[in-house]
C-alpha cells in the first residue's frame, strides 16, 4: 500500500489549518480507545474481567483500526502552503522539537502537583518535588539555548525581522510593567511582583506581536 | 522613509508560479514571498539580488524607490 499524495494542494492556507485541527481531533479518538482497552485489559488480567471489558478490547480494536486507516487517508499537508525546502523542513522540525519539550516540562509538573495546591499546578508558585524541578528546569535551560540558535540560523530574513520586532515590543512592555509594579509593591498598593507573571506576559505580547506582523 | 515598488508579483504571474513555488526557489518562505508582493517586507541585498537573478534582470528592474 503506497502513501497517498497529499490531496489539499488546492486547499487555502486556513482551509489546511482547518484540516489540521480537525486531523488532530481524530488523532486522539485511537489514544483514547488504547486507554480505555489498556483499563480493560488490567480488568481482564486481574479477575477475569467481564463481558464489558473483552467487549471494550474488541472495539478498542475497531476503532483503532478505523482511524488509523483515516488518519492515513486525510493526512494533512504539514508544510501548510510552504515550499518543501531543506531550510523549510528545520523550521518544521523546530516546532516538533518545542512541543516535545513544552511536553517535557508539563508532564511532571501535572502529573507530579499536589491536588492540594489547586488545580493547575502549570500557573502555581507552590513548591514542586526536587525531581520534578530539575527535570523541568534543565529542559528548558539546557534544550532550549541550542533550539532557539537552531531557529535563528534557519530562519529567512522575514521570520527574523518580525521575530525581532515581536521580541522588541515585548521586552518593551516588560521594561514598562516591572519597574511600576515593583514601586507599587514597595508603596504598599500592589502585591509582590511575580516573576513568571511577567514572564508569561512578555512571551505572550511578543508572540501575539510576531504572528501579528508575519501573517496580518 | 522610501517607498519601494515591486514588480514581483507580475514576474511570478508571467511564470505561472505560486507564492510557495517562488518561495522554494529562493528558498524562503511562502509569508516572506507575500509581504514583498505586499511592500510589507523590504528585502535584504542578497535577497534582491538572489530574485533579481531568478528572474534573469537587474535589480532595477524588479525594485523601484522612485515609483
Known amino acids: ?216 | 522613509m522610501i517607498d519601494l515598488k515591486n514588480r514581483l508579483k507580475v514576474l511570478r504571474a508571467e511564470r505561472d508560479w505560486s507564492q510557495a513555488e517562488l518561495a522554494g526557489h529562493l528558498d524562503v518562505s511562502r509569508q516572506a514571498v507575500n509581504a514583498i508582493e505586499t511592500g510589507k517586507h523590504d528585502p535584504s541585498l542578497p535577497l534582491a539580488f538572489k530574485i533579481a537573478r531568478l528572474f534573469e534582470m537587474t535589480i532595477e528592474e524588479v525594485f523601484d524607490d522612485q515609483a
Not at chain 1, 527535570?135 to 527574523?160: C, Q, Y
Request: proline share 8%; charged share 10%.
Open chain 1, 1 to 216: 500500500m503506497t502513501k497517498p499524495e497529499p490531496a489539499n494542494r488546492e486547499l487555502t492556507p486556513a482551509q489546511n489549518y482547518v484540516r489540521i485541527i480537525l486531523w488532530s481531533v481524530l488523532l486522539c479518538v485511537p489514544l483514547f480507545a488504547l486507554g480505555a482497552m489498556m483499563a480493560a485489559v488490567e480488568h481482564i488480567s486481574e479477575d477475569g474481567g467481564g463481558w464489558v471489558d473483552y467487549a471494550l478490547v474488541a472495539g478498542g480494536i475497531l476503532v483503532i483500526a478505523v482511524s488509523v486507516y483515516f488518519l492515513w487517508r486525510w493526512l494533512p499537508d504539514f508544510t501548510m502552503g510552504e515550499p518543501n525546502t531543506p531550510r523549510g523542513n528545520r523550521m518544521r522540525w523546530v516546532l516538533v522539537a518545542i512541543a516535545v519539550i513544552s511536553a517535557l516540562i508539563t508532564i511532571p509538573l501535572l502529573s507530579g502537583g499536589d491536588p492540594a495546591d489547586g488545580p493547575h499546578p502549570l500557573f502555581s508558585n507552590a513548591p514542586v518535588a526536587p525531581t520534578i524541578a530539575l527535570v523541568t528546569a534543565l529542559a528548558w535551560g539546557l534544550l532550549m539555548p541550542p533550539l532557539i540558535l537552531f531557529s535563528r540560523r534557519n530562519a529567512d530574513e522575514h521570520k527574523l525581522q518580525t521575530q525581532d520586532f515581536g521580541m522588541m515590543v515585548g521586552f518593551q512592555a516588560f521594561s514598562l510593567a516591572a519597574p511600576v509594579w515593583w514601586m507599587g509593591w514597595r508603596g504598599g498598593f500592589l502585591p509582590a511582583p511575580d516573576v513568571m507573571i511577567l514572564f508569561a506576559a512578555t512571551l505572550a505580547i511578543s508572540l501575539i506581536v510576531t504572528i501579528w506582523k508575519q501573517f496580518v
